[in-house]
């Protein structure tokens, strides 16, 4: 059974860096998952997709200090140099052959 | 770049049929290989697939709401559409179209529309 986990929160001043989990469940550390930025009272924003490998293809227009990283279940999304619009929820999701996962979200807050 | 707009009435009656349409513009919904999602957002809460559909009309449903969803696809009006009977209040929420990716066989959300709050009450 799949399932993402992730911490209901997380937070840095501003101009630091913030690192947001995203665990798989036992048995599917292979796979690859998607970030996804959804602001105050906004639809959700694709940032990237991140390989198992840790490769990672950015949305369009998404700025370079979003990074992703993979290791084993952990996946993680970095924001450095973190700005007031980075203040947002931030999902994870991921998919098998005819379905899809989402995590739970962790708001990110910038002090 | 491609652009997804949701429609339909924003209040539904318990037990009636939920109805929604997502319009695609910036390119053909025939053309490529992608999927079309509907997925939704009760208030305050997270992210839920609801289901798919491919350009030849295969689809794939949540399998908590399969008995109720139907998603269909208008090529002609580059659009396609979702319906959800029986509602109930806990299917209030802003429900979002969004176009999936190819990526070596599995797909995975690329595209998204700004969502259209749906609310069911009497």
């Known amino acids: 059974h799949l399932v993402l986990t992730q911490s209901p929160s997380a937070s840095a001043s501003l101009g630091d860096s913030v690192n947001v989990t995203c665990t798989l469940s036992s048995g599917h550390s292979s796979q690859a998952i998607a970030w996804h930025q959804q602001k105050p009272q906004k639809g959700p924003r694709y940032l990237m997709k991140v390989n198992n490998d840790g490769r990672h293809t950015k949305g369009d227009g998404v700025p370079d200090r979003f990074s992703g990283s993979a290791s084993g279940a952990d996946h993680y999304l970095t924001i450095s140099g973190l700005q007031s619009e980075d203040e947002a929820d931030y999902y994870c999701?991921?998919?098998?052959?005819?379905?899809?996962?989402f995590g739970p979200g962790t708001t990110v807050t910038v002090l | 770049q491609v652009q997804l707009q949701e429609s339909g009435p924003g209040l539904v009656k318990p037990s009636q049929t939920l109805s929604l349409t997502c319009t695609v513009s910036?390119?053909?919904?025939?053309?490529?290989?992608?999927?079309w999602s509907w997925i939704r957002q009760p208030a305050g809460k997270g992210l839920e697939w609801i289901g798919r559909i491919y350009t030849s009309g295969s689809t794939n449903y949540n399998p908590s709401l399969k008995s109720r969803v139907t998603i269909s696809v208008d090529t002609s009006k580059n659009q396609f559409s979702l319906k959800l009977s029986s509602v109930t209040a806990a299917d209030t929420a802003v429900y979002y179209c969004a176009r999936l990716k190819n990526s070596s066989g599995y797909y995975y959300v690329r595209y998204w529309g700004q969502g259209t709050l749906v609310t069911v009450s009497s």
């Open positions: 910036g390119g053909s919904i025939s053309s490529g290989s992608y999927y």
């Open positions: 999701q991921t998919w098998g052959r005819d379905f899809y996962v």
